[in-house]
């Protein structure tokens, strides 16, 4: 009984939600009930008058162009960071390990916010770059002494992270006044200039991403127990592991350039979706592709409805993550041995 109230909440709320966010909004010209009215005309092809059809005009265009990217936008980005905190976890057999605690998100964002400064093309690349100079600085200094505990992987990753936020930082200082607001406004994390652009950049890296990681939820199981576990079944983790933290750490590079810096994200979603169904990868993978975009979409829908101004989403999830990192070290008592 359990299981299943856990997979309705996971593989159900989705389309409710992305209907009821597109009837959310702070415009007052797109009554849902009105426009229904007027989409059946025109589908029938029963005339308008001019204000009908104008008002038709009107509300198409806000819910096609404005509402309609946005709301893919986020679904894909959640899901992207939510697949990816759950690689991250399971490769380093960590709960506390995400791609922003790892520094993959500070190192993209220096990565991108050089390329916005200095105007050059295809921004994913230089924030790809970026995340993957973090993850390998930080895998390099945890492994110092050839062993990976929690608490090495954690501080490394907080050490990378504070680096290259302060290389951020001063791409910041030396930036002109236009592109430093623009730099600003993005790594706070949001979607508020989410365009059908955003969409085309971001879809077909974090579709490809998602689904390699799809495909090898059942070796991250084996990854999880272990490099001696994974060869006693005839499967060598060194090309397992290249392929799926390149997958991780261009899902979420790739939102980093799109979307920000979402914090924490990755980090507390897989958790919620291992407490529903499980440690099993075979079907937490799936659940964190659906329920990741959906929860990131119901907090995007609260920041942009809850006040009279749009607060940055990634204040939303540093509020929500930093809670629950702190749940999750007292949970698990994590000490300093």
């Given amino acids: 009984m359990r299981i299943n109230i856990a997979k309705v909440i996971c593989y159900g709320l989705p389309l409710p939600v992305l209907l009821i966010s597109m009837c959310i909004g702070s415009s007052k010209i797109t009554d849902i009930f009105y426009y229904s009215t ?36 986020t679904f894909i980005v959640g899901a992207a960071l939510s697949v990816s905190g759950a690689v991250l976890q399971g490769l380093f057999r960590n709960p506390l390990v995400d791609s922003y605690i790892l520094g993959i998100s500070s190192g993209a964002a ?31 200094i ?46 706070m994390g949001n979607l508020h200039s989410a365009s059908w652009n955003e969409v085309k950049q971001a879809i077909i ?33 060194v090309p397992d592991k290249v392929i799926l933290v390149t997958c991780a750490t261009l ?17 507390f979603l897989p958790h919620i979706v291992r407490m529903l169904l499980g440690a099993d990868n075979n079907k937490s993978i799936p659940a964190n592709i659906f329920l990741g975009g959906t929860f990131l979409l119901i907090i995007d829908t609260l920041s942009r409805t809850l006040f009279m101004f749009e607060v940055p989403i990634g204040v939303f999830t540093t509020i929500l993550g930093g809670g629950f990192f702190v749940f999750l070290l007292k949970k698990n008592k994590v000490n300093w041995n």
């Fill in 142 to 187: 945890a492994s110092s002494n050839k062993q990976l505990s929690t608490i090495t992987i954690i501080l490394s990753g907080m050490i990378v992270s504070g680096i290259f936020i302060a290389l951020l930082t001063l791409v910041q200082y030396i930036s002109n006044p236009y592109k430093l607001q623009a730099i600003i406004q993005w790594t």
């Fill in 205 to 237: 890296p974090i579709t490809l991403t998602v689904l390699c990681s799809f495909v090898y939820r059942w070796r991250l199981n084996l990854l999880a127990l272990g490099d001696d576990a994974a060869r006693a079944v005839g499967i060598n983790p």
């Fill in 110 to 140: 220096f990565g991108a916010s050089l390329a916005i400064v200095y105007s050059l093309s295809f921004i994913n690349v230089y924030a790809f770059l970026g995340g993957i100079v973090a993850v390998l600085i930080t895998y390099a």
């Fill in 38 to 73: 007027l989409l059946y005309k025109q589908l029938s092809g029963v005339a308008m008058s001019t204000s009908e059809a104008n008002s038709f005009a009107m509300t198409s265009n806000v819910l096609l162009n404005v509402r309609l990217p946005r709301i893919l936008l």
């Fill in 251 to 267: 899902m979420t590079t790739t939102t980093v350039a799109v979307a920000g810096i979402i914090s924490f994200y990755g980090l």
